[in-house]
C-alpha cells in the first residue's frame, strides 16, 4: 500500500472526462512540412517498448571508439582513429554547416534525441541517416547511443541511434570558427553543457515538445537547457543551483508553462514539488507573470498496474498537499498554476491523440477538499488566465528565442534577431561609432598633402607621427 493511501487529497478524484473517442496522429492539422518527419512516423517512445529493459540506453563516445576498435570492428568502422579533433571540427563547418549546426542546437537544447527526433527538429531527413552526425560524432561534439532492447528496433537503423552532447574543450574550439549570430543560435549564449542525462526521461520530453508544437497552437517550445529556473521566472531567487524544468511551453500571449517528465517518484520528488510551489508563492505579481508548472505522468505500459497507479498517487497526492501548505498560496494563485495529467490522457494508444491533447487538458487542485481536482486546459487562456500589465514584454521571450537552431524548424524566424545592442553593450559602448567614409579620407589627404608621408617625414618615428596627426584630424562621427 502506498504511503499516500490516506491523504486526503491524493484520494479526491483526479481523471479527465475526455471522450473515448480517440484521433489518430496523422489525422490532425500538422504545422510540420515535411510528412515523413511528423509524428505519426515517428517511433512512440511511450507504447513501442523501447525500454522493456530499463531506462538507459548504451552510449558510445570517439574516445571510446578508438578504445573498442581492437574489439568490434563493426562499431568502430565509421570511426577515422588517425584523423584529429580539430580536422573533425573543420568537417563540422563544411558545406552542410548550418545542418550540422542545427543539430548541434538541437542536441544541446533536448538534451537527448533520437535520429527521428533530430531530423524533425532540424528539418533535415538525412538527420535519420547516421552518416550525417558522423563529423560531430569525430569532433568529441556528441556521443551516439543505441536502445539495448534488440527486437523493436533491428528493422529501423534510423531508430537505433540517439544523440547527446559532450561537454568539454571541443566546442570552444568550434566556437572559433562561428560567427557571433552562429553561436546565439547553437547556445544562446550559454555553455554547452551535457545537463542531465536520464535517457527515457529526455527522450520522452523531446517528444512531447514536438508533438506540442506540430499539433498545438504554440509558438515555442523550449528544452531543458532553456527552462532553467532562473531564466524562466521574473523574481530574484537563488539561482546557485541551476535547477531546470525538463521543457518549457510558451503559449501566444507569453505565458510559460514549466513541464516536468515524472516516470517514477522517488525521496526527492516531495522536495521537487515543495520547491516549485515556492517558487510560484513568492514570484512577483503572481498571476500576472506567466508561469505555470505541469507534473506529467509518463510511467510506461511496461510497468505493472500496481506500481503505475502508486505513481500517479502519489504525483497528485503530493501536488495537491504542497499547493496549499505555505500561507497565502491561495491568494498568490499557486493552486491556478499547479497541473498535473497522465501522457495516457493525451496519447491513450500507439499514434493516438484525445480530443483534450490540443488544448493540454489536465487537472488543478483548485476545488473543495472534498472535489479537490478541476480541469483546466492549459493552452486556454479563459481556463488558465494571464493578464499581462505588458503583453509586448510578456512576448518578448518568443521573439528572441525562434531563432535557436533547438526550436523546431516551422517555428523558427527565418532571421535571427539584431544582435547589435548586446555587442555594443560588451565593448562598452552606448551607440554604434560612425565610420568615415572614403570621400572625407581623400578629401583630407588632399587638403594635408598627406603630411608626415611626403619628402619631409624621412625619419620612420615622424612618419608615424605625420600619420596619427592625419588621422586625430578626421571626423570619425563618434
Request: charged fraction near 25%; include cysteine; hydrophobic fraction near 40%.
Amino acid at each position: 500500500m502506498s504511503v499516500h493511501e490516506n491523504e486526503t487529497v491524493g484520494r479526491t478524484p483526479a481523471n479527465l472526462n475526455l471522450d473515448s473517442d480517440t484521433i489518430p496522429l496523422a489525422q490532425l492539422p500538422s504545422r510540420c512540412p515535411n510528412p515523413k518527419l511528423s509524428s505519426s512516423q515517428r517511433t512512440d517512445p511511450f507504447w513501442q517498448g523501447l525500454w522493456v529493459d530499463g531506462a538507459q540506453a548504451s552510449w558510445l563516445s570517439r574516445k571510446l571508439a578508438i578504445r573498442l576498435a581492437g574489439i568490434s570492428r563493426k562499431r568502430t568502422r565509421s570511426l577515422r582513429p588517425t584523423q584529429s579533433v580539430a580536422d573533425a571540427i573543420e568537417a563540422v563547418t563544411d558545406s552542410r554547416r548550418e545542418h550540422h549546426l542545427a543539430a548541434l542546437g538541437a542536441i544541446w537544447l533536448w538534451r537527448t534525441a533520437t535520429a527521428e527526433q533530430l531530423a524533425a527538429i532540424t528539418g533535415v531527413p538525412s538527420m535519420m541517416n547516421p552518416a550525417t552526425m558522423v563529423p560531430a560524432f569525430e569532433a568529441e561534439l556528441v556521443e551516439r547511443g543505441t536502445f539495448l532492447s534488440e527486437l523493436p528496433v533491428t528493422s529501423r537503423a534510423s531508430l537505433n541511434h540517439l544523440y547527446r552532447p559532450i561537454a568539454g574543450t571541443s566546442f570552444q574550439h568550434l566556437a572559433d570558427n562561428l560567427s557571433f549570430t552562429e553561436w546565439m543560435q547553437v547556445c544562446a549564449g550559454l555553455p554547452y553543457t551535457r545537463g542531465s542525462q536520464h535517457d527515457r526521461h529526455n527522450l520522452m520530453a523531446t517528444e512531447l515538445g514536438l508533438r506540442i508544437a506540430e499539433h498545438c497552437d504554440v509558438p515555442l517550445v523550449l528544452g531543458e537547457a532553456l527552462s532553467r529556473i532562473d531564466l524562466i521566472s521574473r523574481n530574484d531567487i537563488d539561482t546557485s543551483e541551476r535547477r531546470s524544468a525538463d521543457m518549457m511551453i510558451v503559449r501566444p500571449d507569453g505565458h510559460r508553462i514549466a513541464v516536468e517528465i515524472v516516470g517514477s517518484t522517488n525521496p526527492d520528488f516531495n522536495l521537487k514539488i515543495r520547491r516549485w510551489a515556492r517558487l510560484l508563492h513568492d514570484t512577483a505579481d503572481d498571476r500576472n507573470t506567466g508561469l505555470s508548472v505541469l507534473f506529467l505522468d509518463t510511467a510506461g505500459p511496461e510497468r505493472t498496474t500496481a506500481v503505475r497507479k502508486d505513481n500517479w498517487r502519489t504525483i497528485r497526492a503530493t501536488v495537491g498537499r504542497s499547493a496549499y501548505e505555505l500561507p497565502g498560496a491561495v491568494r498568490r494563485g499557486v493552486p491556478d498554476r499547479m497541473a498535473v495529467a497522465r501522457w495516457e490522457w493525451w496519447f491513450p494508444a500507439l499514434h493516438q491523440a484525445s480530443a483534450g491533447f490540443t488544448s493540454l487538458e489536465a487537472v488543478r487542485p483548485t476545488g473543495p477538499p472534498a472535489d479537490r481536482w478541476e480541469q483546466v486546459g492549459l493552452l486556454d487562456p479563459f481556463s488558465l488566465e494571464f493578464d499581462p500589465p505588458d503583453p509586448t514584454v510578456s512576448r518578448a521571450l518568443i521573439d528572441n528565442a525562434r531563432h535557436l537552431y533547438g526550436v523546431p524548424s516551422w517555428l523558427r524566424h527565418p532571421e535571427p534577431p539584431d544582435f547589435s545592442s548586446a555587442l555594443l553593450r560588451r565593448a562598452g559602448l552606448t551607440e554604434a561609432p560612425r565610420m568615415p567614409d572614403a570621400g572625407s579620407i581623400r578629401r583630407h589627404r588632399q587638403a594635408t598633402n598627406f603630411r608626415g608621408l611626403g619628402t619631409a617625414a624621412t625619419d620612420g618615428a615622424d612618419r608615424d607621427k605625420g600619420i596619427d596627426d592625419d588621422l586625430s584630424d578626421i571626423d570619425w562621427g563618434t
